[in-house]
């Protein structure tokens, strides 16, 4: 069983730059593949990015392209979100999730292992 820990959210300003980590245990992290999901308030979680277990693939979805990079160290244990240029509509709750052997996974419900959240708000 995998635990997740999700760090890093806090009050930043619109444009300024934040890093989330995800630090797991109780398990091989390296065949794990990990996404971030967020949730802002009055609204349905949704995907953010994913990383498969080894690395090789990536996938962001639109509304961060280009703004926000995935990355996984599989020697910490540990998954990192950087985010850059944030707007007030990145505001939400980020969760970091994991899925054994996992692909490029877009929904919540393919993932087995979730962490507590973590709040990241952008003021205008």
């Known amino acids: 069983q995998v635990q997740l820990v999700e760090s890093g959210g806090r009050l930043v300003q619109a444009g300024e730059s934040l890093s989330l980590s995800c630090a797991a245990s109780?398990?091989?992290?390296?065949?794990?593949?990990i996404a971030w999901f967020r949730q802002g308030p009055g609204k349905e979680r949704e995907i953010v990015a994913i990383?498969?277990?080894?690395?090789?693939?990536?996938y962001y979805a639109d509304s961060v392209k280009g703004r926000f990079t995935i990355s996984k160290d599989n020697t910490k244990n540990t998954a990192y979100l950087q985010m850059y240029r944030l707007k007030p509509e990145d505001t939400a709750v980020y969760y970091c999730?994991?899925?054994?052997?996992?692909?490029?996974?877009?929904?919540?419900?393919?993932?087995?292992?979730w962490g507590q959240g973590t709040q990241v708000t952008v003021s205008s």
């Open positions: 990383i498969t277990w080894g690395g090789g693939q990536k």
């Open positions: 999730a994991g899925q054994k052997w996992g692909g490029l996974e877009r929904e919540a419900r393919g993932y087995d292992y």
């Open positions: 109780g398990g091989a992290f390296g065949t794990v593949s």
